[in-house]
């Protein structure tokens, strides 16, 4: 298996932070496994080998171990042997079957709470990274900017995500950038469900950039407007799909 290499950021430095005295294999597990499904660990990437990844996360080797056969029961991680062998990201790719289902599965309440979340802690993050961001962050948002035109909604949904975590990280807060992981991992695909639709994506792309023209000319509140307006369309289109699978 080709081994995939991605640069390094400070929400995957989070990802890879020690534990502390929450060193348990359980917690190893988690926290990768959320990595893997926001797509702070790309699918292929190989991971740092298991006396690494203990020293990376300050826990016992035995503890990583634990914690890959965990993430290789889960389907999250693949192990092969010998010469450029090692343990391989498996990043499965929810379909639409599988997200409507989710979407079904969740009451109003659920969505809106989950949905309230998301919105507060992704809006605190625009703020914070227009009053820490440098030129070379925005310059990094900025390339994350899909084309209006792009038609391919799988492109969108990518660029989306992947600019939601490098906001968490200009943050230059290693909790945060978890956090937003987590909730990436457990909501952020249901959130671009409604990328579907061609006005949202025309939307997505003039809200993105004012985000990012925000957060360059250092405007704390402008930024979290942006965030705040692009989640609250977002949950009111969803709240529709929800009632059409419901």
Do not use: K
């Amino acid at each position: 298996m080709s081994t995939v290499r991605r640069p390094a950021t400070r929400a995957r430095s989070a990802i890879f932070a020690p534990l502390g005295d929450e060193g348990r294999a359980v917690r190893v597990e988690n926290r990768l496994a959320e990595a893997i499904r926001s797509g702070v660990l790309a699918h292929g990437e190989r991971l740092p080998s298991e006396p690494e990844l203990a020293a990376m996360l300050g826990v016992a080797t035995v503890t990583a171990r634990e914690a890959l056969v965990a993430l290789r029961a889960q389907g999250l991680v693949t192990t092969t042997r010998g010469r450029g062998g090692g343990s391989f990201v498996t990043r499965p790719e929810p379909g639409m079957v599988e997200l409507s289902s989710r979407l079904a599965a969740m009451s109003r309440v659920e969505l809106r709470d989950r949905g309230t979340l998301y919105g507060v802690i992704l809006a605190g993050c625009a703020e914070l990274a227009a009053e820490r961001s440098d030129p070379s962050d925005v310059e990094g948002l900025r390339l994350l900017l899909v084309e209006p035109d792009e038609a391919d909604v799988a492109v969108w949904r990518h660029a989306d995500s992947e600019l939601y975590l490098s906001l968490a990280a200009v943050t230059q807060s290693a909790r945060m950038a978890r956090e937003v992981v987590r909730l990436e991992a457990d909501f952020g695909a249901l959130l671009r469900l409604p990328l579907s639709d061609d006005d949202f994506r025309a939307s997505t792309h003039d809200r993105h950039a004012a985000l990012v023209d925000a957060i360059e000319r250092r405007d704390p509140a402008g930024a979290r407007s942006c965030v705040r307006e692009h989640v609250s369309d977002a949950l009111e289109r969803l709240a529709d799909l929800h009632a059409a699978v419901s």
